[in-house]
């Protein structure tokens, strides 16, 4: 119902910069929440930061100050924009939806395929 698609990742050097960007397509007449999580190696995937339709953001504490997420929801995309990046920031970065109405339903949870972050020291 909802398809997503990352693009950005990539691997710089630590206090460098990337910006990661998620497309949503689909016949989608409605987004909620979009977000951006991320799982290394042997770790959980946890949250990195994730945007509401009216534009409440909610950041890990250990990105915030460094990364911004954005959206536009015209064209059901997300943006996280990374600066400063650590060694410890390198993982496989994951878009979100958490829910979206596609053909007059709701529809729950949707995941991107993931994009390789690699932060050097």
């Given at each position: 119902?909802?398809?997503?698609?990352?693009?950005?990742?990539?691997?710089v050097q630590?206090?460098?910069?990337?910006?990661l960007s998620c497309a949503a397509s689909g016949s989608i007449s409605r987004i909620d929440t979009m977000?951006?999580?991320r799982q290394a190696p042997a770790k959980q995937r946890e949250l990195v930061a994730t945007i509401?339709?009216?534009?409440t953001t909610i950041s890990a504490d250990s990105v915030k100050d460094r990364f911004t997420?954005?959206?536009d929801n015209a064209k059901n995309t997300v943006a996280l924009q990374m600066n400063s990046l650590r060694p410890e920031d390198t993982a496989v970065?994951?878009?979100n939806v958490d829910r979206a109405?596609?053909?007059s339903k709701w529809y729950?949870?949707?995941w991107g395929q993931g994009t390789q972050v690699t932060v050097s020291s």
């Open positions: 119902q909802v398809q997503l698609v990352e693009s950005g990742g990539g691997l630590a206090g460098g910069s990337l910006r977000g951006w999580y509401t339709s009216s534009g997420i954005s959206r970065y994951y878009c109405i596609v053909a729950f949870d949707f």
